[in-house]
């Protein structure tokens, strides 16, 4: 059993999670990362299991067997999840099912088998869940994905306020994040330019912008927050009706 701290991030094989995962292996981590089809890591620090995190059993099994392997978790990341874009009137209930059991259903399956393991051990733990500013404001096209980004910011001071003071829970609000993604919506490059001026920061995050915040709440520099909502969005989005005054 290795005596380095261990965390694991869901989603972490691409994107953000990715980037999480290499920032907390840089910190001396051993990080486990999972996701429902395998994915190549590249780092000896890093590894993957098969789980879907929809999946309260599949959850169950691979915690235990991170535990049995690794001899404790120190760190959970609730990083999996997103939505495409559909109009809800649109969308079917199996959709809805679906998005809402990705996003908010899955971080209270990890967060429950990961505090078990927590709770037992002499330096408890941190859990840290990637929210989104599409649950603090309206989200046309992903309601379902707003919805249960605004379940997943109230089930942070939900469960900090049951599982202090052995485990600290908190989340990121993140915003708009410069992805390969965010290039195919946004019309390349030049698109995500533009989209980053609106911005106070003048550009879009990086995933390693988002993992540097969660290397500080996984960290001892971090022991007296807990239940925060720490946004992560460059300032805000300039509100719409400020150019129509403008214009007008």
């Known amino acids: 059993m290795a005596d380095k701290a261990v965390a694991l991030v869901t989603g972490g094989g691409r994107g953000i999670g990715r980037a999480i995962a290499s920032g907390l292996a840089a910190d001396g981590f051993t990080v486990v990362v999972c996701g429902r089809n395998p994915v190549e890591i590249g780092d000896p620090n890093i590894h993957f299991e098969a789980c879907d995190v929809r999946k309260a059993d599949e959850v169950e099994a691979m915690i235990a067997r991170i535990a049995a392997q690794h001899g404790r978790l120190d760190v959970l990341v609730n990083n999996a999840g997103g939505s495409p874009e559909v109009a809800a009137d649109q969308a079917s209930p199996r959709f809805s099912e679906a998005i ?11 967060s429950r088998a990961a505090n078990v393991v927590m709770q037992a051990q002499a330096g408890g733990g941190s859990i840290i869940n990637i929210a989104s500013v ?66 106070p920061l003048k550009r879009m995050a990086s995933g390693e912008d988002v993992a540097n915040v969660v ?34």
């Open 215 to 248: 290397r500080f709440l996984a960290s001892p520099a971090a022991a007296y927050v807990s239940g925060a909502q720490v946004a992560v969005h460059g300032g805000g989005e300039r509100p719409s009706f400020l150019a129509l005054a403008k214009d007008a």
């Open 100 to 110: 809402i059991a990705l996003n908010l259903t899955a971080p209270i399956h990890t």
């Open 134 to 199: 599409s649950g603090t404001r309206p989200s046309p096209g992903t309601a379902a994905y707003g919805a249960a980004k605004a379940g997943l910011l109230n089930l942070t001071q939900s469960l900090a306020m049951e599982w202090g003071p052995k485990v600290r829970v908190n989340a990121l609000v993140v915003g708009l994040v410069a992805t390969d993604a965010a290039e195919d919506h946004y019309g390349g490059a030049d698109g995500v330019a533009r989209i980053g001026e609106m911005l």
